[in-house]
């Protein structure tokens, strides 16, 4: 008989997206001459840049090729791409990186939640509330959480409370951690650290020997100066710190399939009896195990994100979304509505009004001003009482929904 892995029977149902879909297609039915604008978009719209598509044309074409064919590729990446992504997105600022400490794969989604295989089921794990899920569920598919609460909440997961209170910064843990994630550019509230903020992480994580699991999904949205864009940026990093990167917000991949994680060779885990084990070299052991490595069109295309060309279209594009942000961020603002987020990072994060649900502004969003966005609630706990929009609709779309909130709502 095959027993179930009971961590999975401990997961919580995948409830936000479908009840948003549910009760949409009731409104829908009950008024068909609605005209919903979405503005909960958790996707990228706009297409790969030229320069990308350019490039994995001629990669597939190599493919067809007797003298170009590859097969098998490096599990964790051609060395063409790791190369680029030290120079382009380390080196101007000051980070200096080594091939080997570069791990191509096809998601930032998939490393975050990979990663914890490398350390021990005891580890105490803490993550910001609200979070973003799959740091969650992939803990708890590992045994490492305990049961769940009446408010859904894991007995042995530490949440940080990100809240109006602290400015949605998290603060330490009071008590024992031995991992934290870490996401900014914060998905879902939008906001960031500044350095001094990070360096405060990072001295923490040195002082109690604290693994930090930085997810930079959204560095390449940051527009202030002392933000920083890698956790590398902080010294003393290198001994704390696994950082995540994804060519999907950045580049428009998020059905290609391009991502990478940075493991730097002074990372360590300790075993029972103290003894220090390299994170890098368990990473590469597992990768080449359980993973095969990204096509070479789908790598050859990312590396043509690092040409001029290929520069200049991804900073057309997030430019396109950062001006949907400003316009969502200002116009929530002229309504009244008090807002976090949308300056560094394609989300703002709204307070509902007099304290309202965010399944009950849902609906009052949705019925009278014919704009659909994400329930803060389904973030944690601490998301009650707040409201995710995105800014990864069109132009006119976004000028028309907001439009309305601030002629209906404002
Ligand atoms: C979109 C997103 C990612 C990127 O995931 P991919 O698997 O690379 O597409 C990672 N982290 C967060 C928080 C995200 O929102």
Redesign the pocket.
């Known amino acids: 008989m095959a027993l179930v892995n009971e961590n999975y029977l401990k997961l919580p149902g995948n409830y936000l997206f479908s009840e948003i879909a549910r009760r949409v297609n009731e409104f829908k039915q009950q008024n068909p001459a609605s005209d919903i604008i979405r503005m909960g978009i958790?996707?990228v719209t706009r297409p790969l840049p030229p320069a990308v598509i350019d490039a994995m044309h001629k990669a597939v074409d190599e493919m067809g090729s007797l003298d170009t064919f590859r097969g098998y590729g490096p599990e964790q990446g051609y060395e063409f791409l790791a190369e680029k992504i030290i120079e382009n997105d380390f080196k101007p600022r000051g980070v200096n990186l080594k091939v080997d400490e570069v791990f191509i794969?096809?998601?930032?989604?998939?490393?975050?939640a990979n990663f914890q295989e490398l350390l021990g089921v005891d580890n105490i794990v803490a993550v910001t509330d609200p979070v973003?899920p799959?740091y969650v569920d992939s803990n708890v598919m590992a045994g490492r959480t305990g049961k769940v609460n009446a408010q859904g909440q894991f007995d042995k997961l530490i949440y940080l409370p990100c809240i109006e209170e602290n400015d949605m910064k998290p603060e330490f843990p009071t008590s024992r951690v031995d991992m934290v994630y870490l996401?900014y550019p914060?998905?879902?509230t939008g906001t960031t650290l500044t350095k001094e903020d990070l360096k405060k992480w990072v001295d923490f994580a040195r002082e109690n020997k604290v693994l930090i699991l930085f997810?930079a999904?959204?560095e390449a949205f940051i527009r202030e100066e002392n933000v920083p864009h890698s956790i590398f940026e902080i010294e003393g990093a290198r001994e704390v710190a696994v950082e995540?990167?994804?060519?999907?917000?950045t580049a428009g991949?998020?059905g290609t399939?391009?991502?990478y994680t940075i493991v730097p060779h002074e990372l360590m885990a300790y075993d029972s009896q103290g003894q220090a084990h390299s994170l890098n070299k368990l990473w590469l052991r597992r990768q080449t195990t359980k993973f095969n490595g990204v096509s070479y069109p789908v790598q050859a295309a990312a590396a043509a994100v690092y040409t001029p060309e290929g520069q200049q279209q991804i900073k057309e594009t997030i430019d396109y979304y950062m001006e949907n942000a400003r316009l969502i961020r200002e116009g929530l603002q002229k309504a009244g509505f008090k807002v976090f987020g949308g300056v560094n990072a394609p989300y703002i994060w709204m307070q509902t009004p007099n304290k309202m649900s965010s399944w009950d502004f849902f609906d009052k969003l949705m019925k009278e001003a014919e704009v659909v966005g994400t329930p803060g609630a389904g973030f944690g706990a601490n998301g009650e009482g707040y409201f995710r929009l995105t800014a990864f609709n069109t132009r006119e779309n976004t000028e028309r929904a907001i439009q309305r909130i601030i002629n209906k709502l404002g």
């Open positions: 958790g996707d794969s096809d998601g930032a989604k998939t490393d975050t973003y799959v996401c914060n998905n879902p997810d999904a959204y995540f990167r994804s060519f999907s917000k991949f998020t399939r391009c991502a």
